[in-house]
């Protein structure tokens, strides 16, 4: 039986993600991050779309400075902040609550950051408008010189969805700008969502283009080959590598 939820649902999943980050396909997304963070000693970073902190904690372990996620689900935050005082750590992250698709002028974020993740997040976006106030965000919060990281969708109809890795899509929509669609991650129970991506995002070269408007350059994807997870079985991995559902890409903002 499947949880089919929305935005205002996600208060109630906290134990299904946790299940979900257990999943193939988790581990390589992870893993794909870390590559984009390289050594973060020193850098201060904005999570947005961060949930429970994941990968801020992977920053903060690379040597962030400091991590602030934004996400719109309280819950989720509110779980974030109890795995920190667990570890121990008080003021390493710190939690905003906030919606990519809407200014974020008034959060009580600082000005800007060295490092800027945006990990699913863009699949969120259910208009062109709604993608366009995303990249307006990120371009604002990312300093001259600072990187952009970003897991997000490829291809939900390549076929490395299946389910060999952990999540599926089904209900394909057209929509004006955009494909409309249902995630599937194969726990137990199986946890279900829509998620709409715009054609600029699963386009890689329309993807350049939109990271260009907003002054990013040097727009790469992170080779899936170049982590340890594929490494240790290609074989297992042959069929993501051909046909990505999902990649994770990197950009630089410009200098002037």
């Not at 980050?21 to 390289?38: M, N």
């Not at 934004?70 to 992250?93: C, F, H, P, W, Y």
């Not at 939109?210 to 350059?217: E, G, K």
Request: charged share 30%; with cysteine.
């Amino acid at each position: 039986m499947a949880a089919a939820v929305d935005k205002k649902q996600y208060e109630h999943l906290q134990s299904l993600y946790d299940a979900a980050e257990e999943l193939p396909q988790s581990s390589l997304y992870q893993e794909l991050v870390k590559i984009g963070l390289g050594d973060c000693t020193g850098k201060t970073i904005v999570d947005l779309g961060g949930g429970t902190g994941l990968h801020a904690r992977n920053a903060i372990d690379r040597g962030a400075k400091s991590v602030d996620v934004v996400d719109i689900s309280t819950a989720m935050l509110e779980a974030g902040k109890a795995t920190e005082r667990d570890l121990g750590r008080d003021d390493a992250v710190r939690w905003f609550v906030g919606d990519m698709t809407k200014s974020l002028d008034d959060v009580g974020l600082e000005k800007e950051y060295d490092i800027t993740m945006v990990n699913w997040t863009f699949d969120h976006a259910e208009t062109v408008t709604e993608l366009e106030t995303m990249w307006q965000n990120t371009a604002a919060l990312t300093k001259k010189g600072g990187k952009l990281i970003s897991v997000r969708m490829a291809n939900p109809k390549a076929t490395s969805s299946t389910g060999k890795y952990g999540g599926s899509f089904s209900d394909f929509e057209d929509i004006p700008g955009g494909l409309k669609y249902v995630y599937h991650a194969h726990i137990t129970p199986t946890l279900s969502f829509p998620a709409t991506t715009m054609s600029e995002s699963l386009d890689f070269e329309k993807s350049k283009l939109i990271a260009r408007r907003y002054a990013f350059t040097e727009f790469k994807k992170i080779p899936e080959e170049d982590t340890e997870v594929v490494k240790k079985d290609p074989e297992f991995w042959k069929m993501h590598v051909a046909d990505p559902a999902f990649i994770c890409i990197t950009a630089i903002k410009l200098e002037s």
